[in-house]
């Protein structure tokens, strides 16, 4: 019998996130950890009427195509899976990692070339997404080698991970519900701002967000949710920011980020640790050296870094910023094929809106 969180978890996902209709066309991703969570999954499709279609994913499989794949199979983009994209009406992706870092060793070249090559999947992603074509989330299955990761013991994981997700109480949907009233207070705030000032230690940013639309993520697209973002307008930024927590991208480690803008560029990077990957991904493309997106983190039930992104960049009292591509429906207008989030702890920090103090030490101060 399953765990009943996990049978609460995927009715959360069918019913909430992504509200499988009669019909639906539904790409179910995860790996073979996550078998529990696809099979409750896969009923849920079933019952409200969808098209269960399942992808298991695997972490050796990746470290064997960068260990035996040429240049031409690196830049090459699958018909199959473009079709899959273009054609689905919901994707369910499951992050259910047996090795939290197979890449780890991969020559940072392969995974530039690699990234480039699928940047079609990311626009045709954007863009369907944008038109509300493809409904999407991305959740979590406690594996060991995530708790292993988050310094976790696997119960404890488990604990936290359904706690992020609210699927430890009855009504899960309702509590996701009062969250998004909570969060729809803060888009009201950031929605009248033109431009934004961030202070914190090493970090005094600048950025125009005037014009761009705020969206809150409220458990559609993320499981656990819970932070509100927007696209800076491009060319803005300017200032120095450094990163709190490691930055994690594909599995490369990169810690004590330090970015300076200058017209919205990225014109100076360093890291404390992997300096040299930080390097080789900022090379992806031009759309690699902008912010893409500017959020938020509002889930107050996590309260510590997992090295977990799902996790992570929802902190209550942080900030995030992904270089990279921009989500359309923010009106950003970034364009790569890469979306880096990089996490910064505001719970000793401020942020000014048009000089106006409105958030201090991981907190909104004002009501709208």
Request: net charge negative.
């Amino acid at each position: 019998m399953a765990d009943p969180r996990v049978s609460r978890l995927a009715e959360l996902l069918t019913s909430y996130s992504v509200e499988v209709k009669d019909g639906d066309e539904v790409l179910i991703t995860a790996g073979v950890e996550a078998l529990p969570l696809i099979r409750e999954l896969y009923k849920h499709v079933l019952i409200r009427g969808g098209n269960p279609f399942v992808v298991i994913v695997d972490d050796v499989l990746d470290e064997i195509f960068y260990k035996y794949a040429g240049e031409k199979q690196l830049k090459h983009l699958s018909p199959i899976e473009k079709f899959i994209q273009e054609k689905i009406d919901v994707r369910i992706s499951i992050l259910s990692r047996s090795h939290t870092k197979p890449l780890v060793n991969v020559d940072p070249e392969k995974l530039r070339l690699r990234q480039a090559s699928r940047r079609e999947l990311t626009e045709i992603f954007m863009r369907r997404h944008a038109s509300g074509e493809l409904r999407w989330v991305v959740s979590i299955y406690p594996t060991n080698a995530l708790a292993q990761e988050a310094g976790m013991g696997p119960i404890e994981y488990e604990d936290f991970a359904y706690r992020a997700c609210m699927v430890d109480v009855e009504d899960p949907i309702g509590e996701w519900r009062k969250q998004a009233e909570e969060q729809k207070k803060m888009v009201e705030i950031l929605s009248k701002v033109d431009e934004l000032k961030i202070i914190s230690k090493d970090t005094e940013l600048f950025m125009k967000v005037g014009g761009r639309k705020w969206i809150s993520d409220d458990g559609h697209n993320n499981m656990p949710a819970g932070e509100v973002f927007s696209a800076p307008i491009e060319d803005s930024v300017e200032g120095t920011v450094k990163f709190t927590y490691p930055a994690i991208w594909r599995g490369i480690e990169v810690e004590g980020v330090k970015l300076r803008f200058s017209r919205g560029e990225v014109v100076e990077a360093h890291a404390e640790k992997g300096e040299e990957k930080l390097q080789h991904i900022l090379r992806t493309d031009d759309g690699a050296r902008r912010l893409g997106e500017i959020a938020f983190g509002l889930n107050y039930k996590i309260v510590k870094h997992t090295r977990q992104i799902l996790f992570d960049e929802k902190i209550g009292g942080t900030m995030h910023m992904a270089l990279g591509a921009a989500y359309p429906d923010t009106g950003g207008l970034n364009k790569s094929a890469i979306h880096w989030d990089m996490i910064l702890d505001m719970r000793e920090g401020k942020v000014y809106g048009d000089g106006d103090l409105i958030y201090e030490n991981g907190r909104f101060l004002i009501k709208p």
